[in-house]
């Protein structure tokens, strides 16, 4: 059957070929449009935005202009960058445009395809956003391919981490925004807890190219992104619940060491329900109601802290505080907290101070906030692999974009060994061959702890590392000796500027460059090193004129004449470790060799000691392998085994794919409720008048009184007034006869509704009456925009808490996501009619001092927020880095009185303006 399937699509070409030739039509129209289009000076060339914009306002579709708006781009970019869009960029355009994934090799110039479709994307006027992987990337890119936008008269801006809401403001206003998918994402959830339009940043989601699209929206998307905040001091009800544990019996509870997991049986379930309601701490009949959420999750933790986790082998107790252990290293890691109250409950055990623990403030899904664009698309090298899960979660199709030239680069099979020395060994002994013929080599390995075993390596064997915080001196220690020098780079993804000028130079003649598979993307490898970025890093300030430009031709041949070396000696060899989970970053390392039909090499090493190998039974190909004679030293090549690792890492893909969608299925329960309350937001924030809002919910909060104590159809004897007359004073602030009403005579519960009603209508009249309309106008729109927001963050955390323990369901036989959608559900509910009861407590309880300005000239003071993303590699914090990276940047010259000349502050650097304090509560507080 494989057979005929090739077979066909050697007669009929595949459907992604098939789809390709459908844009040659366009292509041709565009290039028919190139003669003309070179005869216009530049500003005829530029009047065309404003002619295309005309069109587009009397009623043009932008499908109309597709052929004109490429053209004009594909001659700007020849005018401002000396570039010509090859007809296969413009076939990846053209996909960008219609919405869709283009995957293209490395060195294709992925960057300049995405000028054309953001170009007439721009038009509308709606903003473009350009998402990239890093800080570096955005920025290069902005002014890079800004030069472009700029020719043809768009605007063009930049959200980089630590800038402040106005400049962010002013980024998001251009016509074309670059920015990190965490800064677009983290500054929608930011936008939605201001309490005011104009200081919000962000306009609308209209259209997004997202660059390395398979990095951001599957890589990063396994985690979410989240802003947090200290919550108060709750150090009681942990001790409170930490005291419950010693008093179970081994009955009451079940340990699962294997699985780190701990929970409590029948019995348990019934003591703890007696003990919490002897402390007043259980709401309704059983411990798992759902009020009782967070008392349940807190218990669980408890329990974890002290049947699971051990003093001095999972953490230590130093200078009062708990420290935890890491169990690969055995290392103290001061600074890391277990999260979800679980270090908390360690502290209480412990009897040291219990630290508050954060809270959520707002989280959202890389899923669910790509979602929001109007129209989405993506492009990378690698995207195929991942085809199912971009159109099953995003909608997005990939479509395969032929090299402009052919790929010339050798892939051979991959060689396996039987012991990770024997593969180390045999990597060594090829980097010293490649060494010897002046070959340059990638070595992509898949952690840094891997990296850094390899260099140890090479320095057993005489190389030495090259410093690269000298990035100026990184060519001429791989050219010493002409190439031959026992010298070696290593890069891994943390310092993104590094890396790209580590990145430039791994093509030089001889150069060795060890790499973290995921480190440096986003840069070409280019045979003899990267023109530009040497001239840049050698002439830096250099003043145009003879001189420069003497230097410029003498570096631009030096270069040219290293390419031919590079080329003689079969271009860059690139070395996999071993291989990944995923066949997609395999290919990305592959993809690193063979650029614009460039020679090129690439082998895999792996051992029976692998992580992969040992998924399918390594143990058995051990023992087959000594019984065939396989000696130290020899390995095993056959496309056999190729194709046998290729299904085990499709079986792991799938088993990821599948975790991602179960993660995306729950968290869309909480979007829906995120959309809601963030729509509902941006309606209160932009109501000029509330009063009928506020009044519905004042009727509403009556009729649940009424309801919660006269029962439908009862007798007035029957009805519980002395509780409804408390709750109405509670609640509306009213002391009404209520128990008198009772004893009338035809008295029922409609006519009790409409005399709470006006009585509640005329005690806040008198208050509109007592201050006047604009003071109360401002103060129902402040109370509801802060009762909400407060609300909603007990509410976000609820959520979590009823997500870590709705598992158990299961074990009665029941959904847990249909369970989790029904209590959410009700949770939701709860939320809202809270909302309506505190909202018209407190209008009807507030009481304003008369020559006070009006309360909401000054927005209210949000709580100190920290942007969170664990990078689900290596579980680092990558809003955290960032922070410490922009505190350690190189001091300049700020005029405390001048905010111009601050540059970038970090959120936790003292102010430059000298007062002493944090910049984040100081000239950096939010808006």
Known sequence: MAGLGALARKIFGSSNDRKVKSYRAQVEKINALEPELQGLTDDQLRARTAEFREQLKNGAKLDDLIAPAFATVREAAKRALGQRHYDVQLIGG???????????????????????????????????????????????????????????????????????????????????????????????????????????????HAFAIVDEVDSILIDEARTPLIISGPLEDRSEFYNTVDAFIPLLTEEDFELDEKQRSATFTEAGNERLEQLLSEADLLKGESLYDVENVAVVHHLQQALKAHKLFQRDKDYIVRNGEVVIIDEFTGRMMPGRRFSEGLHQALEAREKVRIQPENQTLASITFQNYFRMYDKLAGMTGTASTEADEFMDIYGLEVIEIPTNLPVSRIDDDDEVYRTFEEKYAAIVKLIDDCKERGQPVLVGTTSIEKSEYLA????????????????????????????KAKVFTVLNARYHEQEASIVAQAGLPGAVTIATNMAGRGTDIQLGGNADMQIALELGDMPEGDERTRREQEIKDLVEERKKQGLGAGGLYVIGTERHESRRIDNQLRGRSGRQGDPGHSKFFLSLQDDLMRIFGSER?????????????????????????????????SRNFDIRKNLLKFDNVMNDQRKVVFEQRIELMDGE?????????????????????????????????????????????????????????????????????????????????KYGPDIVRQLEKMLLLQTLDNLWREHLANLDHLRSVIGFRGYAQRDPLQEYKTEAFTLFEGMLTQLRETTTSQLLRVELVQDQAPPLQQAPELPEMHGHHIDATTGVDEMELADQMLAHQPAVARDPNDPSTWGKVGRNEACPCGSGRKYKHCHGALN
Request: glycine share 8%; net charge negative; hydrophobic share 35%.
């Open 94 to 204: 053209l996909v960008l445009y219609e919405g869709r994934i283009a995957e293209m090799r490395t060195g294709e110039g992925k960057t300049l395809v995405g000028t054309a479709p953001v170009y007439l994307n721009a038009l509308t006027g709606r903003g473009v956003h350009v998402v990239t992987v890093n800080d570096y990337l955005a920025q290069r890119d902005s002014d890079w391919m800004g030069q472009v936008y700029r020719f043809l008269g768009l605007t063009v801006g930049c959200i980089t981490h630590g800038l402040t809401d106005d400049e962010r403001r002013a980024a998001y206003a251009a016509d074309v925004t670059y920015g990190t998918n965490n800064e677009f994402g983290f500054d929608y959830l930011r936008d939605n807890m201001k309490h005011d339009r104009q200081s919000m940043t962000q306009r609308e």
């Open 621 to 653: 190909m051990d023992s087959m392998l000594q019984k065939l004679g396989l000696e130290e030293g020899e390995a095993i090549i056959h496309p056999w085994i190729n194709r046998a690792l290729e299904k085990a890492q499709q079986k792991v893909e």
């Open 456 to 483: 140890g390596l090479l320095k057993k064997h005489g190389y030495t590392q090259i410093d690269v915080s000298e990035p100026a001196a990184i060519a001429s220690a791989h050219m010493k000796d002409g190439g």
């Open 689 to 769: 008048h509330l009063q009928e809002t506020v009044a519905d919910m004042r009727h509403d909060v009556v009729e649940d009184l009424v309801a919660r104590h006269i029962p439908e159809k009862a007798y007035p004897e029957q009805w519980d007034t002395d509780g409804l007359q408390e709750s109405v004073r509670e609640t509306l602030n009213l002391d009404l006869p209520v128990k008198d009403w009772a004893e009338e005579e035809g008295i029922a519960d409609e006519e009790v509704k409409d005399r709470l009603r006006r009585a509640a209508d005329e005690a806040m009249a008198q208050k509109v009456a």
